[in-house]
């Protein structure tokens, strides 16, 4: 090889690894807190979104929208692909948001059985995740799992609600919607009734214990509107 050809060789290598680290440095983060408007058939709405790492490293999201009282109310299947974000809105005919990143902004579409909807965000700091509710200990016969059916505005969804004390923690309870992303509830038990808050949007399911595997009671959501409920025991 003579010095020219190892000049240019040089230079060339220089160039591609100076374009990848120029590159590197253009990609734009995603995580962080996003505030934006979103306009669909039903109107134009403000909300927000918080993007973060989550356990492993995994992206988490949670959606706030101050009119309808929903604050970090927990999004699942969150993916982050370079400047590309997608997540869905959890139960039974949410909606999935896409959007791609360019510079502070995030812009893409809401796809929901009704129709679908534009929206325009902007990165206005870092994230903000509400810590997980502090519960104290329930009765032992209200640990296990618990599974219903809960009708929602796309139509009945499989609701889980797992409860166990922990040691040091009191009561730990999630939610389950059709297999969504478990959400964190607070849990308050007096006798055989007891009531699970979804603190994320101020909705709760207050449900009386018959027997020893069923819950029987309703859901009430942040609108006013009351579903009757029954969940029934498939673990201790």
């Known amino acids: ?45 403000d909300f927000a979104i918080d993007l973060g790492p989550g356990e492993g490293g995994k992206p988490v ?51 929901k059985p009704f129709g679908s909807g534009e929206f325009s965000m902007n990165r206005t700091g870092e994230a903000r995740f509400a810590a997980e509710p502090v519960n104290a200990a329930v009765d032992k016969r209200f640990e296990g799992e618990w599974v219903g059916s809960l009708g929602l505005q796309g139509g009945p969804a ?23 992303t478990p959400i964190p509830l607070l849990v308050t038990q007096s006798g055989d009734r007891i009531t699970f808050e979804l603190a994320s949007t101020k909705e709760a399911l207050t449900a009386v214990l018959r027997g020893e595997d069923e819950l029987a009671g309703d859901f009430a959501s942040n609108s006013g509107a009351r579903s009757a409920i029954v969940l029934k025991r498939t673990a201790r």
């Open 1 to 45: 090889m003579t010095r020219v050809q190892k000049t240019t060789l040089r230079a060339a290598l220089l160039a591609a690894t100076l374009f990848a680290s120029t590159a590197h440095a253009q990609t734009p983060s995603a995580f962080g807190h996003w505030e934006g408007v979103i306009n669909t058939p039903l109107g134009s709405q």
């Open 158 to 180: 499989e609701t889980r609600i797992v409860v166990a004390n922990k040691p040091g923690k009191g009561a730990v309870a999630q939610l389950v919607v059709q297999g969504g």
């Open 61 to 111: 999201a949670a959606l706030s929208i101050e009119a309808e009282n929903i604050s970090g109310l927990p999004l699942r299947n969150v993916a982050v692909d370079g400047a590309k974000v997608s997540f869905e809105l959890p139960g039974s005919g949410g909606g999935k948001f896409s959007g791609v990143i360019a510079g502070g902004t995030l812009n893409g579409t809401l796809e």
